[in-house]
């Protein structure tokens, strides 16, 4: 019984320790490929909020840290984009606290003179069928940003037809689209702030994401 019960014990503990080894094998062996797949799919992403034709840097090696209430709780990342080592645009993530069910979290691209570049939402928990709209995947209406000017915070342009702007709300759906309106527009009033900042902002490297 003993005998049964030591051997079982050994068989476990070599099989726990050839399994721990080719797990350690297989994660050192995937992780170039996923860090890669990362940043292929960070650069897309990138792409779609400001075009690329705008800059001519690496702009993921031109990340940064901020801290600033028009983006909601930090810190956020901030991507910097240069042409021939000009600042022209930044895509930088913010976030809606004020979605349907919850948070909202976005990149917003934009130039400093309050040009809007293009927006994402890259996590959401709103209602299928009706909040998640703001998706590409489900609807083009988060592309209704692109190229769009706002004139300062008093533009009242720059809000849902229903609080007298001009982007479509939805369907049984208004909240949803107001946040993420409201919350691009203060991104955007921020980005227009930041040409007098660049030079003291924190590397993204300079801190423990």
């Known amino acids: 019984m003993l005998d049964a019960i030591r051997k079982n014990g050994v068989t476990l503990a070599i099989f726990a320790a050839v399994t721990t080894g080719l797990t350690a094998v297989i994660n050192t062996v995937t992780k170039p490929t996923i860090a890669h797949q990362t940043e292929v799919q960070q650069k897309i992403l990138l792409d779609q909020v400001v075009p690329p034709e705008m800059y001519n840097n690496h702009i993921q090696q031109e990340c940064y840290l901020v801290n600033n209430p028009a983006l ?3 810190p956020h990342h901030l991507y910097l984009a240069r042409k021939d080592d000009k600042p022209v645009a930044v895509a930088v993530e913010t ?27 890259v996590e959401h928990h709103e209602t299928p069928g009706l909040g998640d709209k703001i998706e590409l995947r489900i609807s083009n209406w988060i592309n209704s940003f692109n190229g769009v000017h706002l004139g300062g915070k008093d533009d009242t342009h720059f809000a849902v037809k229903k ?14 689209p107001r946040a993420v309106v409201n919350a691009a527009k203060r991104t955007t009033l921020y980005i227009e702030t930041l040409p007098g900042q660049l030079a003291s902002l924190s590397p993204c490297g300079d801190s423990n994401e």
């Open 72 to 74: 909601g709780t930090g």
């Open 163 to 176: 609080d007298g702007g001009d982007f479509d709300q939805f369907t049984g759906a208004t909240i949803t």
């Open 95 to 121: 976030t809606a606290p004020d979605g349907y069910s919850g948070a909202i979290q976005m990149i917003v691209g934009a130039d400093f003179k309050g040009t809007v570049l293009g927006v994402r939402v």
